[in-house]
């Protein structure tokens, strides 16, 4: 009837803006105020990517439930992205997993996982077939991540560095590559360098931002039982996963070159940023750049010692970047100046 289609319409654009709003803000606040720069046509396919996305993170992390059980659950969300199952059996599929999060956002974005589905099938085609190929690669990663670290009582690492490429690709390689593709769909006069040429600076780009999660997190994930840095690079300095822990001074060679690998991965970003015509795009693409470059700046600051305590950029320096970001319209001069500043 006209009056149901019309209620359920209601309810559709009252759901959509909640997501793209107050639950987005409550997981992501950095991400939520980077995306306000956006221009509207981007700012729907590019938040929902982000939302399934980290609604498969949780369900990847979700630690009270076992491995196998998560690999399982992780195979039929994506076969629920992909438009293979239904919404009922997702909202089966992830009653398990609401009550273990240890924040609520977290549960109230595995909750609103079906309505985040109810959107994807709204989005216009292009828009669905980038955010199902993105989320695609991006589960895929997780299940491997998974199958890789399945014993949490024993540290172990990964065979080498093309390992790690693979992981960062698919988790957040193949995101600038997404990011790439909707900027050039949606935004007219995107980019001063072609398609081709942004696609692969995209890609390290996207790489880069893993790996400064990566080395942010390494004293965490050791102690979940998860390395990240290459056991034939441990091995040629004569050191084992489980002895980075107790001799982290030993291990600080390791860190150090995959810190210098970041930095070099990162001036991709910038080069991807400067090449963006569009100023508004072009702010919320740098930001992340300078959080990562500050970031480093800070695990170079903790040396030995980043592995037994957490170091992120507080919430008032990313307050101030997006602040200096909006006043000067994200000039190329100015971008370029924040990133120096950032990287010292």
């Not at 996982?113 to 991006?138: F, G, H, S, T, Y």
């Not at 001799?247 to 860190?255: D, H, K």
């Not at 695990?299 to 980043?306: H, M, R, S, Y």
Request: contains cysteine; hydrophobic residues 40%; proline residues 3%.
């Amino acid at each position: 009837m006209p009056g149901d289609e019309s209620s359920l319409e209601m309810h559709f654009v009252a759901a959509r803006s909640r997501l793209q709003t107050a639950l987005l803000r409550s997981v992501s606040r950095s991400f939520y105020l980077s995306i306000r720069f956006l221009p509207a046509q981007l700012r729907e396919p590019i938040a929902l990517a982000y939302l399934l996305a980290r609604g498969t993170d949780s369900v990847a992390d979700t630690a009270g439930i076992s491995g196998r059980v998560r690999i399982e659950t992780l195979k039929l969300l994506s076969d629920g992205i992909q438009g293979k199952a239904s919404r009922d059996v997702v909202v089966d599929l992830i009653s398990s997993f609401v009550p273990l999060q240890e924040s609520k956002s977290e549960r109230e974005l595995l909750e609103s996982l079906p309505d985040c589905l109810n959107w994807l099938d709204q989005m216009e085609q292009a828009n669905r077939n980038d955010i199902r190929v993105v989320l695609e690669k991006i589960t895929r990663g997780q299940m491997l991540d998974l199958q890789r670290f399945d014993n949490p009582q024993e540290i172990r690492a990964l065979g080498t560095a093309v390992d790690l490429d693979e992981y960062t690709y698919l988790v957040a390689g193949c995101v600038g590559e997404f990011w790439t593709r909707v900027c050039f769909r949606h935004v007219r006069n995107f980019a001063s360098r072609s398609e081709d040429e942004m696609l692969a600076l995209g890609n390290r780009y996207g790489m880069a931002l893993q790996l400064i999660n990566v080395l942010r997190d390494a004293g965490s994930d050791l102690r979940a039982g998860r390395c990240y840095f290459p056991e034939f690079e441990l091995s040629a300095a004569h050191l084992t996963a489980s002895q980075i822990l107790s001799e982290p001074e030993r291990f600080q060679r390791i860190y150090r070159a995959w810190v210098e690998k970041a930095k070099a991965e990162l001036e991709c970003g910038m080069q991807y940023s400067r090449a963006i015509e569009n100023r508004r795009v072009r702010a919320a693409t740098v930001l992340p750049a300078l959080i990562g470059a500050r970031t480093l700046s800070l695990l170079e600051d903790a040396g030995a010692t980043v592995l037994q305590r957490p170091v992120k950029v507080p919430r008032h320096e990313v307050h101030a970047m997006i602040l200096r970001l909006g006043v000067t319209l994200a000039s190329r001069k100015q971008i370029s100046a924040m990133y120096l500043q950032f990287s010292r």
